[in-house]
């Protein structure tokens, strides 16, 4: 099937027309459309129409669904997909994740050592105004790096750890999501991972970075920060930036081993509602699959 499209970026993302993923996709169809997945690292599909059954459907065909580990957000009928933004329940209690200020930039699932995972965001409700998510490629960040940041980068190695990022959220808003318990933070070890890998489909040179490491191998904190900190700067060049203004219906999938994405300031909306359905899944091939998948979605399966 040759798929109808149009690039978001000239260097990443593709927006594919004219499709109704709720429609069944032969094999060879859905091959092309993950190869499309791998070459541009985003892809964009508007105007959809998916229930949390068709995009936990949708996951599962994509790759290994994780089920969030801050279950409860997710969806009881399907876990594999989880609540994001303001909503709030009858009881006026958080009925979905949500991080006063917004997320700055980051990579999706670093905190494990199976790095190839597709985070898929699809807009149930969207505010009048603010919402945006921002989205940079990693591999044009590597190309873009001057030679002396790129060598000093490919030597580095970071210890990326889970309660590193969420503690800190759950001490600034308590009230925010229910604290993990000893046996699922137990479950959610820190992995190494290096700085400068290859990517396993494309076979281009990519940064893998997380901005909450517990310590580098290479470099004392401070210095791998600022290491980490400089090729930020690349990444995240203003004309290197696709800004994604959501309306109802719009899903993105993206490739978290090539990308980085950002949240936008959340005061813009805090007096509107904003509703998103995330599902985040483990694609093949990779070099170090998460030999404890199934022990986890078990221990995050809500009850």
Known sequence: ME???????????V??????????????????????YFTHSVLLFRAQDLDPA????????????????????????HPEVSTIGNVRDNEDKPAAFFVRGGFGWHTDGTAACHVDAATFLYAVEVPREGGD????????????????LRQRLAGLRMLSSFHAHNDPLHETDPESFVPLTPTERAALPPVWHDVVQTHPVTGRKV??????????????????????????????REDLVYRHRWTPGDLLIWDNHAMLHSGTATDMYEDDRRLMHRSFVYTEPTERPLPNLEELNRIFMPV
């Open 207 to 236: 940064l893998y970075m997380n901005f909450d490491p517990l310590e580098f191998d290479g470099a004392d904190l401070s210095q791998g920060k600022a290491l980490l900190q400089a090729a930020l700067e690349v990444a995240t």
């Open 3 to 13: 798929f109808k499209s149009r690039p978001l970026m000239p260097n990443f993302g």
């Open 133 to 148: 998510t921002l989205l940079c490629s990693t591999a044009t960040a590597y190309e873009n790096i001057d030679p002396e």
């Open 15 to 36: 927006e594919i027309l004219d499709i109704d993923l709720r429609e069944n996709m032969d094999d060879e169809s859905f091959a092309d459309l993950m190869s499309l």
């Open 54 to 77: 068709g995009q936990a459907s949708l996951a599962h065909r994509f790759g290994r669904p994780k089920i969030e580990t801050r279950k409860q957000f997710n969806i009881k009928a």
